[in-house]
């Protein structure tokens, strides 16, 4: 194991671009979310806004990365730390703006020289492909600065890129800052920079807070560069929607949306069947092999992975599940669940964490399982409970099981055998062990422990009361007829 982490990261560091570094910028509160979630721990794809924004700076494999936060620090350090171990957090200060983010974010930079790109952690579909060529751009022609730019048929709200007449970039100005003519021009700030960091320092230095909001903003580094006479880039993004931020309820689904086609095309064309794209859900972390077919009405969610010519759906949701090659999942609810290759389970069935359900074993309709495992060619079709249960090979399961796992005051587990065959509606009272081979009784309840081989029975006398519903349920339909068959009987057994 010490070898394999020393060979991963000995990898990592020939692959390092030791003159790269990247700054995410993610401590505003992002008051259009109207959430109490900080708006980058916002989630599409399976993950946080940040958690996309981090993924896509580290395939870049820069020598560094710093993350700046503010609003609710702790909840966001800790998503940062989970999704990039090795970024430095560092703190803004009541200096408000994106500038004075980037300066602070440059004092855990002190000793590096390079390039520094900076993302917004609002950003999330920015891919790394594209921010790759934005960086080989900047360094083809040794930029002082180098700005992603999108074009937008409608820029309300979003900072302008304002060229000049041979198209060079003079400045960005932001919305409420801008004139009307410029407001009127279609070129919006992407918020994604490269900067060679000489430059960057020295201009940051030089910026006020003299404009609408009272900010110290990053955008003002550009006319401040030019100025200097230093080469000021502006590319245009290939996908729009990657180069937009997300600001509220409603760009944050639109995101989600975009993502996820990206996503299902993805899959479509690594062999994935998906009949209905627009109502398929796929996260990002997911791993599906080929031939799967989903069907529509489908959500495969965290990190599932569900192997060679498995069907799931229609209506199914998975939650971080593992399904084997073969497998049949039909609207089902499934969380933290194993299901093994040609089994079937569904439809409306409800799998919880923990359960387990082995090779060609069946999970049938209405069946609930919790924390238990089911061995091979084992059966629970119809109408059961099966919580904290260790099930054999080769066991069938008659409607109506219920193992009863609770005394009210802890959970205990019943074991049941390999080839064992219950009867229908059977209550396997915890802590209860059924032998090999053992078979019980329809309506058993099993409180004690089965030998194997044996029949399990818990059978008392069928008592009949005569004319009970006449006489105490008097003017009722059934009492009327059971007058009815009575009388019938009577001239029956008269002729």
Known sequence: AVRSRFESWRRSMVNTDTSLAVIVLAAGQGTRMRSATPKVLHRIGGRSLVGHVLATAQALQPARVVTVVRHERDLVAAEIAEQAPDAIVVDQDDVPGTGRAVEVALEALADFDG????????????????????????????????VMSALLDD????????RDASGDVLRIVEQKDASDAERGVGEINAGVYVFRIDAL?????????????????????????????RPVGAAVAPDTAAAL???????????????????????????????????TWID??????????????????????????????????????????????TRTDATFAIIGERATVGPFAYLRPGAELGRSG????????????????????????IGDTEIGDRVNLGAGAITANYDDLAKHRTVIGDDVHSGSHNVFVAPVRIGDGAKTGAGAVIRKDVPSGALALSVAPQRNV???????????????????????QKADDGA
């Open 362 to 385: 069946k999970i049938g309709t209405f069946v609930e399982v919790k924390n238990s495992t089911i061995g091979s060619g084992s059966k629970v079709p119809h109408l059961s409970y």
């Open 466 to 488: 005569e004319g009970w519903v006449e006489k105490n349920r008097a003017g009722t339909a059934a009492a009327e007829a059971a007058a009815r068959s009575r009388s019938t």
């Open 284 to 329: 990002v972390d997911v791993t599906l092999a080929p031939d799967v077919t989903l069907l529509p009405g489908t959500q495969v969610l965290r990190a599932t992975t569900v192997g060679e010519g498995a069907t799931i759906g229609p209506d199914t949701s998975l939650v971080g599940c593992e399904v084997g090659a073969g497998a049949t999942v």
């Open 201 to 229: 320092r020295v201009h940051l230095a030089e910026i006020g807070t003299d404009n609408a909001q009272g900010e110290k903003y990053l955008t003002d580094v550009i006319a401040l560069a030019r100025a200097a006479q």
């Open 245 to 279: 931020g997300v600001n509220d309820r409603v760009q944050l689904s639109e995101a989600a949306r975009a993502l996820n086609a990206r996503t299902v095309r993805r899959w479509q064309l690594d062999g994935v069947t998906v009949l209905d794209p627009a109502t």
């Open 115 to 146: 390039d520094v790109v900076v993302l917004s952690g609002d950003v999330p579909l920015l891919q790394s492909d594209t921010l790759a060529a934005l960086v080989a751009a900047h360094r083809e022609r040794a930029a002082g600065v180098t």
């Open 155 to 162: 820029a309300t709200g979003y900072g302008r890129v304002i």
